[in-house]
């Protein structure tokens, strides 16, 4: 794990090409239960960039009349979200063991031009257990900064198989992804990014 200033750690090529092959099966068999929809912004509704879906027993949601929040199940089928795969129960039991199980499993897709804005993920109840991220298909100029929105940033690029960890002093480091890279990646067939991830949202 390489440690980044701001206390966020990276492990660069954490899942081999086979492992992300496998996880991207069971991304996609989530995806078939739980489907991709266009999340929207407090207030103003504006949709984000990002198409989104959750697996665990809670996932993270936003729309223009309750904002930001977590809810057991999803927004447009009102279905439970489904179970996260064994495989990131084992990533998260790998880098965190001291943490209690995560509960929630954000998915992002992003298309060529999708990005994310610089924020703190702080809608979780507990900021002892880490956020551990996994990025998937194509790259991305991630940027990370610290724990006030004014302070200094830097920007790495995350590639497929890469894992991201926002724990200790980095838990609320803000965080961002300001662009896709095309055509980087052949593990998704029609290209783009997934990011995985995962986070405990209450009280131990
Ligand atoms: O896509 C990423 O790498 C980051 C996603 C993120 O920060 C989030 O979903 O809160
Ligand atoms: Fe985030």
Same mark, same amino acid.
């Given at each position: 794990m390489l440690m980044l200033p701001g206390g966020v750690g990276h492990a660069p090529g954490y899942f081999d090409r086979i492992s992300q092959e496998a996880l991207l099966a069971e991304i996609r068999a989530v995806v078939r239960a739980a489907p991709l929809y266009v999340p929207t912004m407090p207030r103003t509704g504006k949709p984000m960039s990002v198409r989104m879906t959750n697996c665990g027993t809670l996932g993270w949601v936003t729309d223009k009349e309750q904002g930001y929040r977590y809810q057991s199940c999803h927004p447009v089928t009102g279905d439970q979200w489904p179970s996260i795969p064994a495989r990131l129960l084992e990533l998260w039991h790998d880098l965190?063991?001291?943490?209690?199980?995560?509960e929630a499993c954000l998915i992002n897709f992003y298309d060529a031009h999708a990005k994310m804005g610089l924020h703190q993920d702080r809608d979780e109840h507990n900021f002892h257990a880490p956020v551990i991220s996994v990025s998937l298909g194509d790259s991305c100029m991630f940027r990370i900064g610290g724990q006030k929105r004014d302070d200094p940033t830097h920007s790495i690029k995350l590639h497929s198989g890469d894992v991201v960890v926002l724990g /200790?002093? /980095?838990?609320?480091a803000f965080h961002g992804v300001d662009r896709i890279y095309p055509g980087t990646s052949t593990l998704l067939k029609h290209g783009g990014r997934i990011n995985l991830t995962l986070r405990r949202v209450t009280a131990a």
């Open positions: 965190a063991p001291d943490a209690p199980e995560p /200790g002093e /980095g838990r609320l």
